[in-house]
């Protein structure tokens, strides 16, 4: 059994940071692209940005230069840094990945979401 967990979620004033956390736990034998989703009250949900098994990045447009994702291999960890925060970035936070486990299992996981809430 293959979860991901997100934690990192919380309230933050505009202009502030936050580093969401995504741990992958279970007979995981590699993380290939990993992914930062987000959905707002009343929107679809949406790409922020995902990166690859090669360390390549990519970002929607409303968060290039705000936000970074990285990852450690060792951990099972995939982070999304979120910095110059902005009210319209309140939303639940899914972490998502392509994920082969142990028995050469191909699937794709979401977490179960964390919310971020920016505001004065």
């Known amino acids: 059994q293959v979860q991901l967990v997100e934690s990192g979620g919380g309230l933050v004033q505009p202009g502030g940071s936050l580093r969401l956390s995504c741990a992958a736990s279970?007979?995981?034998?590699?993380?290939?692209?990993a992914g930062w989703y987000r959905q707002a009250p009343g929107r679809e949900r949406e790409l922020v940005g995902a990166?690859?098994?090669?360390?390549?990045?990519n970002y929607a447009d409303s968060v290039k230069g705000r936000f970074t994702i990285s990852r450690d291999n060792a951990k099972n960890t995939v982070y999304l840094q979120m910095n110059s925060l902005k009210p319209e970035d309140t939303a639940v936070y899914y972490c998502?990945?392509?994920?082969?486990?142990?028995?050469?299992?191909?699937?794709?996981?979401w977490g179960q979401g964390t919310q971020v809430t920016v505001s004065s």
């Open positions: 998502n990945a392509d994920i082969i486990t142990l028995w050469n299992d191909y699937r794709n996981y």
């Open positions: 279970g007979s995981i034998s590699s993380i290939f692209t």
């Open positions: 990166i690859t098994s090669g360390d390549s990045t």
